[in-house]
């Protein structure tokens, strides 16, 4: 192959699957993700479970319907503002530790170099590294040092010095709200992707072959926050990811533990459409059907340390009790992977064009395009 690694990712284009305007929209007060495709789907849907739920008059469904098209409306617009954002961090913000965007080996936990330096070598084993892995009672969840505790504090006070600036901020998803997409702020290229790239991928390549660890190519990452007077904790949901590496930033704070439970099922909905009388197409819809979280395991986090998981391992996190919690996710994509089934509709994606590393889909079309380009 005529092309080096570097070059090849600034023209390999990336896509979100046609989902994310329609699919997981998270309601705030029911703590509900719904699904909305059209209003008679929805109400066909959803109203039997928004009622149990408390929203029983018009006016409240009405209050849902309005929610669920401003967040529609943000993500119909989030490649273009999200690149406004970026550009507009670029032209005002003055970082206080420029050096924290660029990955350094003192950044890191002895043992986890150690880990990923055993992971790299010639002899590596899943046996063999499980060994180095602390036990954790949840299964395919593994804890590990990450970070030094001093680069967490120099991170957090890069982040809260950010959070003061006037520079816009894109928030990670409806659930967090006060998190802060790092890509936005320009960690992916010095920090995030060689990260990924040189410590994580030996990990997940032996920890998860068959959820696209070995063939992990792009991230979102972002930080999520919790505070007392802010968002307490985090629903049970699954991710936007085939691995997810979850590192316990600071600062000070009671609670607020993990809890994981069942993978990811789901359960086929068929509905017959009734769009003519001679149509009656059988559609399918898939709805989530979480383990309850009383059946849940709750693992433990302490500041430094990392957990590593698989997206579609059903998890939340619980309400701190004091102080204030903020953790690093690094959302681990595998284009292989999720090109065959969208891991949030668990459909064939339907691409839509994105900016940067977008939702990590691929089309193969652009693979042929780039190779002809090589070889011209
Ligand atoms: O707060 C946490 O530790 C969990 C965050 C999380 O699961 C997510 O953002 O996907
Ligand atoms: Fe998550």
Redesign the pocket.
């Known amino acids: 192959c005529q092309v080096m690694k570097s070059e090849k990712y600034e023209f390999q284009k990336y896509y979100y699957c046609a989902c994310f305007t329609t699919d997981n929209i998270f309601l705030d007060e029911y703590k509900l993700h719904v699904r909305f495709a059209s209003e008679q789907q929805f109400r066909q849907d959803f109203s039997p479970v928004l009622q149990s739920l408390g929203c029983v008059t018009e006016q409240q469904f009405q209050d849902v319907l309005t929610k669920i098209n401003q967040e529609v409306d943000r993500r119909k617009c989030f490649g273009r503002t999200s690149v406004e954002r970026a550009a507009a961090i670029r032209d005002i913000y003055q970082p206080l530790h420029p050096h924290v965007y660029h990955l350094q080996e003192s950044f890191l936990a002895p043992k986890f170099k150690h880990i990923a330096e055993y992971c790299s070598g010639p002899n590596a084993s899943k046996e063999g590294l499980l060994e180095l892995l602390d036990e954790v009672p949840a299964p395919k969840v593994y804890r590990f040092p990450v970070f030094e505790r001093q680069f967490c504090e120099e991170l957090l006070q890069e982040l809260e010095h950010f959070e003061q600036s006037a520079a816009p901020k894109g928030r ?2 409806t ?2 709200h006060y ?1 802060i997409l790092l890509n936005e702020l320009h960690f992916d290229q010095g920090f995030i992707t060689p990260f990924r790239e040189r410590y994580l991928h030996p990990i997940t390549a032996l920890l998860y072959p068959d959820w696209g660890g070995h063939c992990l190519d792009t991230q979102k990452a ?1 930080v ?1 926050k ?1 505070d007392m007077n802010e968002d307490l904790d ?1 629903s049970y ?1 699954y ?1 936007n990811a085939e691995i ?1 590496l ?1 590192v ?1 930033l600071g600062k000070d704070f009671t609670e ?1 533990n ?1 809890y994981f439970g069942d993978m990811r099922q789901v359960c086929l909905i068929v509905h017959i459409c009734y769009c003519s009388f001679s149509c009656l197409m059988h559609y399918c819809c898939p709805l989530q059907v979480p383990l309850s979280e009383s059946e849940c395991t709750e693992v433990q ?1 302490k500041v430094t340390e990392g957990l590593l998981h698989r997206g579609q391992h059903m ?3 619980l309400p701190i009790a004091s102080g204030q ?1 903020w ?1 690093l ?1 690094i ?1 681990m994509r595998a284009s292989q992977v999720r090109n065959q089934l969208c891991p949030m509709c668990q459909r064939k994606p339907s691409l839509l064009e994105g900016e940067g590393y977008a939702d990590g889909f691929t089309c193969q079309s652009d693979s042929l395009v780039n190779a002809s380009c090589s070889l011209a």
């Open positions: 990670p998803n659930m967090n998190g972002f999520v919790y985090l949901h991710d997810t979850n316990s607020g993990l986090h998890h939340g996190a919690r953790n996710i959302w």
